[in-house]
């Protein structure tokens, strides 16, 4: 859920002809998304009644559909009966745009959901390591985006889009060389100006502003090394959403990046009561990670085999299994076994996106 292809998937205020003047419905897709990032599934379906009683060919209700699934069954990709379904929504969502844009090319809400919709087929493809087909869906979704450039000021729901944009299209041909020849076909961004347009988002967004606290919060974490920052952000939606895992794990994750394990403990207490399976791991990490800046080396050392021992999700974990690895690694340096720690930090360079991890890891091998 992070990069620049992860658009924009709730309908702002000025895009819809349909829906501006419709404060009513607006307020029912809000509620329902606040229903579903705090995992109270059971309530979304009498307020996606509603809408569609008044919408029944809207867009914005397969979107909708495929948002809950996508949160409901995390990680989706290991549930097949609840990603076809998801893909399905998502391929709902593109065809009845197309029979909007079918009557007016320029139409801004056929336009925006279309641009939703590749946009999420876009990340299922990043997900499942298909980047060039990610890439394909990005390029469906781009002219559309680009519509939203312009509207920053008129709608500042559009200051995520842009900004995501700005900053991932230069970030992701650094990580992904092998889409760099098809780049060529999107406009040029500025990762500063990206950042500083999303912090706008994260403000002054209604609709948008959890997706850009998510997606910016991930950012710091993993490309700016700004674990502060990014604890912040993952702080607030933690607080608000406080059901749900990804939120509560990143939050934690930041805070003891940034060196305040203690006030990471009461979210990982949350982590320990969630039923995911893939927490596990994470829990394990966190709390190693506590232990050694402690000084607690034994019980980091058992926390953090234990942690490389469980299953990783590519998705969600990965990154904590990269964290467990390097913790080791100091673990072996610090007792002089050199050999050992070169090991482990191979194995982190294997697993790690975060530009700190990679860094630790590089410096050690290099020195």
């Given at each position: 859920m992070k990069k620049f292809f992860l658009l924009l998937w709730l309908l702002p205020p000025a895009a819809s002809a349909q829906l501006i003047d419709d404060t009513a419905t607006q307020q029912l897709i809000l509620k329902a998304?606040?229903?579903?990032?705090?995992?109270?599934?059971?309530?979304?379906?009498?307020?996606?009644?509603?809408?569609?009683?008044?919408y029944p060919n809207h867009p914005?209700?397969?979107?909708?559909k495929s948002l809950q699934l996508y949160w409901q069954y995390l990680p989706i990709k290991e549930n097949r009966t609840a990603m076809n379904q998801y893909m399905n929504y998502l391929n709902?969502?593109?065809?009845?745009?197309d029979k909007i844009l079918e009557k007016n090319e320029n139409d801004p809400e056929g336009?925006?959901?279309?641009?939703?919709?590749?946009?999420?087929?876009?990340?299922?493809?990043?997900?499942?390591?298909?980047?060039?087909?990610?890439?394909?869906?990005?390029?469906k979704a781009y002219s559309y985006l680009k519509?939203?450039?312009?509207?920053?000021?008129?709608?500042?729901?559009?200051?995520?889009?842009?900004?995501?944009?700005?900053?991932?299209?230069?970030?992701?041909p650094m990580d992904?060389?092998?889409?760099?020849?098809?780049?060529?076909?999107?406009?040029?961004?500025?990762m500063p100006l990206g950042l500083k347009q999303m912090e706008i988002g994260a403000k002054r967004g209604i609709f948008t502003r959890t997706e850009t606290g998510l997606y910016l919060g991930q950012i710091y974490l993993k490309h700016e090394s700004q674990f502060a920052r990014g604890a912040a952000l993952?702080?607030?939606?933690?607080?608000?959403?406080?059901?749900?895992p990804v939120f509560n794990m990143h939050c934690a994750e930041g805070l003891v990046l940034a060196g305040r394990g203690s006030e990471a403990l009461p979210y990982i207490a949350r982590l320990k009561e969630m039923p995911q399976k893939f927490l596990a791991l994470p829990v394990k990490v966190l709390e190693a990670m506590i232990q050694e800046k402690a000084g607690d080396l034994r019980e980091a050392a058992e926390n953090y085999q234990a942690a490389i021992r469980l299953p990783v999700n590519d998705v969600f974990t990965k990154e904590f299994s990269?964290?467990?690895?390097?913790?080791?690694?100091?673990?072996?340096?610090?007792?002089?076994?050199r050999n050992q720690a070169k090991t482990y930090y191979k194995k982190v360079l294997d697993l790690a996106e975060y530009k700190s991890t990679i860094r630790e890891a590089r410096n050690f091998l290099k020195s």
């Open positions: 998304t606040d229903k579903i990032y705090n995992y109270e599934f059971d309530e979304i379906d009498p307020i996606v009644r509603q809408v569609r009683a008044k914005v209700l397969p979107v909708l709902q969502g593109v065809a009845l745009s336009v925006f959901f279309s641009m939703a919709s590749h946009g999420y087929l876009a990340m299922k493809y990043h997900y499942d390591n298909e980047n060039m087909k990610a890439v394909n869906e990005a390029r519509a939203g450039f312009k509207l920053m000021e008129k709608n500042p729901e559009f200051y995520f889009t842009t900004g995501l944009y700005n900053y991932y299209v230069e970030r992701y992904h060389p092998i889409v760099k020849p098809v780049m060529i076909f999107f406009q040029d961004g500025d993952f702080r607030q939606l933690a607080d608000k959403y406080p059901q749900n990269a964290h467990a690895y390097a913790g080791l690694a100091r673990q072996a340096a610090r007792s002089g076994n």
